[in-house]
């Protein structure tokens, strides 16, 4: 059984800073696809970001390349979304999420569609104010 599990979030002003924390078990290194979402209220769940083996190779989506940037700490089985120059539009809910690795899925194809991640995280609130 994969577990994901996010930390951190707040509040913070339009051009701060905040840093999430995605702890994730039950998998062998390699074997899982990890990706951020996020959620606003009244709207659909988004892809933020996508990890495989390498931060290196990550995914962002359009709307927060060059201010998000994900890091990873393989000792403690821990990626990290960096959130950089926020604006009020990325207020929202973020989850972690992950899927095991399947040699039929594409990640370059898919890798923002949240109905292909079994598992996640129970969300932790990122709030922007102007």
């Known amino acids: 059984q994969v577990y994901v599990a996010e930390s951190g979030g707040g509040s913070v002003q339009a051009g701060g800073s905040l840093r999430l924390s995605c702890k994730a078990s039950?998998?062998?290194?390699?074997?899982?696809?990890i990706a951020w979402f996020r959620q606003a209220h009244g709207k659909e769940r988004e892809g933020v970001a996508s990890?495989?083996?390498?931060?290196?190779?990550?995914y962002y989506a359009d709307s927060v390349k060059g201010r998000f940037t994900l890091s990873q700490d393989n000792a403690e089985n821990t990626l990290y979304l960096q959130m950089n120059n926020l604006k009020p539009e990325d207020t929202a809910m973020y989850y972690c999420?992950?899927?095991?690795?399947?040699?039929?899925?594409?990640?370059?194809?898919?890798?923002?569609?949240?109905?292909?991640?079994?598992?996640w995280g129970q969300g932790a609130q990122v709030t922007v104010s102007s």
């Open positions: 990890f495989y083996r390498d931060v290196k190779d990550a």
């Open positions: 999420a992950a899927r095991l690795w399947d040699y039929n899925w594409s990640r370059a194809d898919f890798w923002s569609r949240a109905t292909d991640y079994k598992y």
């Open positions: 039950g998998y062998t290194y390699g074997n899982a696809y």
